[in-house]
């Protein structure tokens, strides 16, 4: 009898291994290495390299993207690493952004060379520099680039890594931690943070209650909310009752938690675990990372 070939590529397959400690059974285990055998071939001595050694900043500085004449000015905010262009336009709207010191209301006004723009009365500039930055956030922490009440905030954990202004693309609320990625690149948020893109994200929800099976198939056959209906891409149980696997590509707010609260059940824990084509692995609650190019093109690829 030919055995199956194992399916990876199923959004559960990581959680549904046996536990083998007593982490939790999706993390990645610790790599163990063996000893070293003493080699009796004499060791080979090479020239050391002149070469400057380049930083995983400098190689995130290299992805250069030329700007545009004439930019629009919501474009133009959010190239300056302010934030997405949709609040951009909400930025135009509210009247703190100006134009050679005067507001500008209009949201389809083109820069021209030799404007001055400036945002609550700072200059801003479009960054030549696009940095992606992935973060596995945690609890508590606020997704906005300034908290009024001084809480902490996403943007407290990429200090350290980079000199960019960059934001969040999308929004994970303060009680739901995992994967959320920081970047300058307007474009590239865009398209990663609208619904119509259809990049999906794979959440761990633990409820205060088991799930009764009607309600698994009533989620699986797309509940009507109150804005709507909420399709899922996917949905299983992860270890019991209590704790559920669920793929979305919908971008509503508290989406995952309202899905939830509609049957009756309260979400006690939200992780998000996969987000497009990226993992958790090898990334502790609270690290960031740069992007690797090959992780670029196969996010712009999906968007």
């Not at 969040?168 to 300058?184: A, M």
């Not at 508290?254 to 979400?267: D, K």
Request: aromatic content about 6%; charged content about 35%; glycine content about 4%.
């Amino acid at each position: 009898m030919k055995r199956k070939p194992k399916n990876d590529s199923h959004p559960f397959s990581k959680f549904q291994q046996p536990k083998k400690s007593k982490k939790d059974h999706w993390e990645e285990e610790p790599v163990v290495e063996r000893p070293k055998k003493k080699s009796t071939t004499p060791k080979k001595t090479f020239k050391k390299s002149t070469k400057p050694k380049t930083s995983k900043k400098k190689v995130q500085e290299k992805h250069d993207a030329p700007l545009e004449e004439n930019m629009r000015l919501n474009k133009y905010i959010a190239h300056a690493g302010i934030c997405s262009r949709r609040k951009a336009s909400e930025h135009i709207k509210n009247g703190v952004v100006t134009v050679n010191d005067k507001v500008i209301l209009e949201m389809g006004y083109k820069v021209q060379e030799g404007d001055v723009v400036k945002f609550e009365d700072e200059i801003i500039q479009p960054t030549k520099n696009h940095v992606y930055i992935l973060l596995n956030k945690p609890k508590n922490v606020i997704t906005t680039l300034q908290d009024e009440n001084g809480r902490k905030t996403v943007l407290d954990f990429v200090d350290e890594i980079t000199n960019e202004r960059v934001y969040p693309v999308g929004r994970l609320d303060r009680n739901t931690t995992g994967l959320l990625i920081l970047t300058n690149d307007g474009k590239f948020a865009q398209k990663l943070s609208h619904p119509s893109f259809g990049v999906k994200k794979v959440y761990k929800a633990t409820l205060d209650k088991p799930l009764l099976p009607k309600d698994l198939e009533q989620i699986r056959n797309t509940l009507q909310l109150e804005d709507g209906p909420a399709p899922v891409d996917a949905v299983e149980y992860v270890s019991g009752q209590k704790v559920i696997g669920i793929e979305i590509h919908i971008g509503r707010n508290r989406i995952v938690r309202r899905i939830f609260e509609h049957l009756g059940y309260e979400v006690v824990k939200l992780d998000r675990v996969r987000y497009a084509s990226l993992t958790k692995k090898n990334l502790a609650v609270g690290k960031t990372r740069f992007l690797t190019n090959k992780e670029l093109v196969i996010l712009k690829h999906l968007a």
